[in-house]
T-cell receptor, first 115, second 116 residues
Framework: ETGVTQTPRHLVMGMTNKKSLKCEQHLGHNAMYWYKQSAKKPLELMFVYSLEERVENNSVPSRFSPECPNSSHLFLHLHTLQPEDSALYLC??????????????FGPGTRLLVL | AQKVTQAQTEISVVEKEDVTLDCVYETRDTTYYLFWYKQPPSGELVFLIRRNSFDEQNEISGRYSWNFQKSTSSFNFTITASQVVDSAVYFCALSEAQGGSEKLVFGKGTKLTVNP
């Protein structure tokens, strides 16, 4: 299943680095999401975009900066991260919920390690 | 506030055993949706099922079946004749049908290990 792809799959970065995570969906959806999955914690919703407009930002630190240039692509720009930001970052997509109930489809995730 | 509880952190069974994963939810909404996702070691969350709050019929899909009981706010998942490939973390989730945006609230997951 390659409906939602994420690159890179693994990333190691220092606290002073700047990197970007990329997500691409091939399902014709118009809403995209970033989630963070840390060990022993439930999935945390970070950002939601619908029709390329950010509609949700769950008090995420400014060192995480999302970008959604079009309905098929979503980026998460990272800078000056902390070791506690090490986690699996999952991207998901769905149809816009204003048309009715939706199902979110997830990518394989980027496993991030901050040293 | 919405909440999803998966009380079983880890379950270990032997192949061909049946196993049930529990999910209990809390919501004040009358219209809501419940989901199960599977996360194999590769990391991707694989969608398994979505049920709406008005449909309490149990569902069967191959070896998978789901039991939705509104009276007990539960949405349990049973795997019949488990296989090694079923080993994964399984997440139950709840979403609101209306609101400013679509929000999925996930449980903490149940790690299932099926041993040969």
């Amino acid at each position: 299943e390659t409906g939602v792809t994420q690159t890179p799959r693994h990333l190691v970065m220092g606290m002073t680095n700047k990197k970007s995570l990329k997500c691409e969906q091939h399902l014709g959806h118009n809403a995209m999401y970033w989630y963070k999955q840390s060990a022993k914690k439930p999935l945390e919703l970070m950002f939601v975009y619908s029709l390329e407009e950010r509609v949700e930002n769950n008090s995420v630190p400014s060192r995480f900066s999302p970008e959604c240039p079009n309905s098929s692509h979503l980026f998460l720009h990272l800078h000056t991260l902390q070791p506690e930001d090490s986690a699996l970052y999952l991207c998901a997509s769905s149809q816009d919920w204003r048309g009715g109930p939706v199902t979110q489809y997830f990518g394989p995730g980027t496993r991030l390690l901050v040293l | 506030a919405q909440k999803v509880t998966q009380a079983q952190t880890e379950i270990s069974v032997v192949e061909k055993e049946d196993v049930t994963l529990d999910c209990v939810y809390e919501t004040r909404d009358t219209t809501y949706y419940l989901f199960w996702y599977k996360q194999p070691p590769s990391g991707e969350l694989v969608f398994l099922i979505r049920r709406n709050s008005f449909d309490e019929q149990n569902e069967i899909s191959g070896r998978y079946s789901w039991n939705f009981q509104k009276s007990t706010s539960s949405f349990n998942f049973t795997i019949t004749a488990s296989q090694v490939v079923d080993s994964a973390v399984y997440f139950c989730a709840l979403s609101e049908a209306q609101g400013g945006s679509e929000k999925l609230v996930f449980g903490k997951g149940t790690k299932l290990t099926v041993n040969p």
